[in-house]
């Protein structure tokens, strides 16, 4: 009975809040930021016009963005477009990804233990003909993951590697994969710490400004040197406030996608190491995460159910 309500929970809570909703999430985030900064300023009796600078904005952003390409080479540039998409998107590994990684492996173990080198050769030499990664379309689409995938199976067939050997490899591989996934982050990274020295950079130029102006009066020269110091405001905000955070989503995000591989590790090493391919796979299950990893029934009835073996049999 307790178990029926905790899932009903959980459905309710994946029904009405979604994860799909992460960019209201961000927009929510930097609503609260803004609405809280901007309404303690005006509180205190400030005037929210002395804040618009057009022209700090565009020293500190600027130059931000040339020191990005300055820093990064054109491949990480796009690489780095491509993770805010993934943040912005929350493009991560579901529970179906999840249940087809499982799967097309169990299809694999089933086919190491019951046919001949020859027979299995085909599905890993040829992945896009073979017709057990056709029943997992996700796999395909993915083919960073597919080669991982058919490296390793190619590996277990020679036969003639220990299984300690191959984690080590697959470790190094793995490490590898996620250093240069975490890049976009890096980079990111670099910026979020640059932004403050950039708005000293702007409220330098800003009191150089003001010091053209000393023969003005005080209600002249006082403007003017807040507007200065609105380029060290600014370039805090957008450090802290704007892209350290999306540099922690970039991470996030990409570090759920490598858990993917993580998962093929376990399971595959596991079937190395003598377990049955239903045991193998829950060495895989045990390390998603828990709020995707599916029940054992989930996997038995979407993985082992729909296998080209059992079909065919």
């Known amino acids: 009975?307790?178990?029926?309500?905790?899932?009903?929970?959980?459905?309710?809570?994946?029904?009405?809040?979604?994860?799909?909703?992460?960019?209201?999430?961000?927009?929510?985030?930097?609503?609260?930021?803004?609405?809280c900064m901007l309404g303690g300023f005006i509180a205190m009796g400030g005037n929210v016009s002395v804040l618009i600078q057009p022209w700090e904005f565009v020293i500190?952003?600027?130059?931000?963005?040339?020191t990005f390409f300055i820093a990064n080479p054109l491949s990480l540039v796009k690489d780095?477009?491509?993770?805010?998409?993934?943040?912005?998107?929350?493009?991560?590994?579901?529970q179906r990804d999840y249940l087809d990684v499982l799967?097309?492996?169990?299809?694999?173990?089933?086919?190491?233990?019951?046919?001949?080198?020859?027979?299995?050769?085909?599905?890993?030499?040829?992945?896009?003909?073979?017709p057990i990664f056709q029943t997992y379309p996700s796999i395909l689409k993915n083919e960073d993951l597919m080669h991982f995938i058919c490296d390793y199976c190619r590996l277990i067939i020679v036969g003639n590697v220990r299984p300690y050997e191959i984690e080590a490899l697959m470790d190094e591989e793995i490490h590898t994969i996620s250093r240069d996934k975490l890049k976009p982050y890096q980079a990111m990274n670099t910026i979020a710490e640059a932004?403050?020295?950039?708005?000293?950079?702007?409220?330098?130029?800003?009191?150089?400004?003001?010091m053209g102006a000393l023969?003005?009066?005080?209600?002249?020269?006082?403007?003017?040197?807040g507007a200065a110091l609105v380029g060290t405001f600014a370039g805090i905000?957008?450090?802290?406030?704007?892209?350290?955070?999306?540099?922690?989503?970039?991470?996030?995000?990409?570090?759920?996608?490598?858990r993917l591989y993580v998962v093929v590790k376990q399971t595959l090493l596991a079937y190395m190491n003598g377990s049955l391919p239903q045991i193998a796979l829950e060495y895989g299950r045990k390390t998603i995460s828990a709020y995707d990893r599916p029940s054992i029934d989930v996997v038995e009835q979407e993985t082992m159910a729909t296998t080209p073996i059992q079909q065919a049999a």
């Open 215 to 225: 023969d003005q009066s005080p209600e002249v020269l006082g403007h003017l040197i």
């Open 237 to 258: 905000f957008f450090s802290y406030g704007v892209v350290g955070p999306i540099a922690a989503k970039i991470k996030s995000t990409r570090d759920k996608k490598n």
């Open 1 to 35: 009975m307790q178990a029926s309500r905790k899932a009903q929970f959980l459905m309710c809570a994946k029904k009405f809040y979604p994860r799909e909703s992460c960019v209201l999430g961000i927009i929510i985030g930097l609503a609260i930021t803004l609405g």
């Open 60 to 66: 500190i952003l600027g130059a931000a963005l040339g």
């Open 195 to 210: 932004l403050p020295a950039l708005g000293i950079v702007a409220a330098v130029l800003g009191v150089i400004k003001a």
């Open 80 to 94: 780095t477009g491509r993770a805010c998409v993934e943040a912005f998107t929350n493009a991560v590994p579901k």
């Open 103 to 130: 799967g097309v492996l169990y299809s694999l173990m089933r086919e190491l233990r019951a046919k001949s080198r020859n027979e299995v050769e085909i599905h890993i030499d040829s992945p896009t003909e073979s």
